[in-house]
Nanobody, 128 residues
Framework: QLHLVESGGGLVQPGGSLRLSCAVSGFTLDAYAIGWFRQAPGKEREGVSCISSSDGSTYYADSVKGRFTISRSNAKSTVYLQMHSLKPEDTAVYYC?????????????????????WGQGTLVTVSS
């Protein structure tokens, strides 16, 4: 059974930084594409950033490009989302997700949200 556990969320002031972690188990990380998604109350789920299982190709939503960085450590079985210059509109529950069988680009994966396994989420609140 696949498990993904997010951590690192919390309260941060506008302009601050936060690093989210997604620890995976039950599968080999380097064989899966990983995505970070977020959802705020009353809003649709948004694909934030995704990374491929092979060549490390990445995708970033326009709203976070230049501020967020996705990375993976296969040795640590962990995917990270480093967030800088946080804005109040970044406030949301952030989820990581994994998919081992896909035939599309990570851009398409992030757009469709077609991932088979999801974590429980971690809350990020950006407020003064």
């Amino acid at each position: 059974q696949l498990h993904l556990v997010e951590s690192g969320g919390g309260l941060v002031q506008p302009g601050g930084s936060l690093r989210l972690s997604c620890a995976v188990s039950g599968f080999t990380l380097d064989a899966y594409a990983i995505g970070w998604f977020r959802q705020a109350p009353g809003k649709e789920r948004e694909g934030v950033s995704c990374i491929s299982s092979s060549d490390g190709s990445t995708y970033y939503a326009d709203s976070v490009k230049g501020r967020f960085t996705i990375s993976r450590s296969n040795a640590k079985s962990t995917v990270y989302l480093q967030m800088h210059s946080l804005k109040p509109e970044d406030t949301a529950v952030y989820y990581c997700a994994a998919e081992g069988e896909y035939w599309t680009t990570v851009q398409t994966m992030c757009a469709t949200g077609d991932f088979g396994s999801w974590g429980q989420g971690t809350l990020v609140t950006v407020s003064s």
